[in-house]
């Protein structure tokens, strides 16, 4: 099971690279491609903070790791440019000797990731004054702005992200408020999986329960569209973080799954 939630997410970066035009692509220094077994994702452009363009996954889950793999993953992001991203270890990933050879090579361990799941049964209501609704073509540059601003991945990020809803598989959702988009929300479904992405809320408007209502509202277009399990990350919960998107994911029914480690360069001073 554990593996399948590994799955759905590459599959969701993958469609989501794919989305770019070329333009974009040239822009943000996009790229994404198979090193050994695990996908590379790489957004060369973006600032150090956008970790979650810049990433690996699957590393030591479909065959064992190699230590010539992880040389190599590291390189690919070296000769991108690439000052921050995250290595992903699974919980499964092989061999244990893995972790090892990421510290061995001067990446330390980061924050991890809480894989959460949930199965069929309906959510919880909410009370929120703000619409959910699909977004049209009308409301994916707000989609854009939204959403980059609140994943630290830089203004010109925007436009990638305002591709969301023609990219294959994925979904885009917002919550509205007179009249403005206030928050966004993706949806990826394959193979009667969903995954639940890019959930944000402009700053002047959390705390009217936005992103609970964007949940909600994705669960169920997900149940809907036959998906028999959905899935969604946040970061592990740590001492002095609020923890307001793990509390809000636990709040929709979702149970914690498993947490991912991270592997990462030292931030720089």
Not at 39 to 55: D, E, H, T, W
Not at 58 to 74: N, S
Not at 198 to 226: E, M, V, Y
């Amino acid at each position: 099971m554990t593996i399948e939630l590994e799955a759905i997410e590459r599959a969701e970066i993958e469609a989501l690279h794919a989305a770019a035009t070329g333009e974009i692509r040239s822009e943000l220094g996009l790229a994404c491609e198979a090193i050994g077994t695990a996908l590379v994702s790489i957004a060369a452009k973006v600032p150090a903070s956008g970790i979650v363009v810049n990433r690996t996954i699957g590393l030591g889950v479909e065959d064992v790791a190699r230590p010539e793999t992880v040389d190599a993953i590291i390189e690919r992001y070296r000769a991108a440019g690439v000052q921050r991203y995250f290595i992903h270890v699974h919980p499964e990933s092989r061999p244990p000797a893995l972790r090892q050879w990421l510290l061995d090579r001067a990446l330390e361990k980061a924050r991890g990731w809480m894989k959460f799941t949930r199965g069929r049964e309906a959510p919880p209501r909410v009370d929120s004054p703000v619409t959910v609704c699909r977004a049209g073509p009308e409301h994916m540059p707000a989609f854009g702005r939204i959403a980059a601003a609140a994943f630290d991945l830089g203004d010109a990020s925007a436009n990638w992200l305002a591709c969301l809803d023609r990219a294959e598989g994925w979904r885009a959702y917002v919550s509205v408020a007179d009249g403005e988009v206030v928050g966004t929300g993706g949806l990826f479904v394959r193979d009667g999986t969903g995954w639940l992405d890019f959930g944000s809320t402009a700053p002047q408007h959390r705390g009217k329960g936005s992103q609970s209502a964007l949940l909600r509202h994705r669960i169920i277009d997900a149940l809907d569209l036959g998906c028999r399990l959905v899935v969604t990350a946040t970061g592990e919960a740590v001492e002095g973080d609020p923890q307001h998107s793990y509390s809000n994911i636990q709040r929709m029914g979702f149970r914690e799954a498993y947490i991912r480690e991270n592997y990462a360069p030292p931030r720089r001073a």
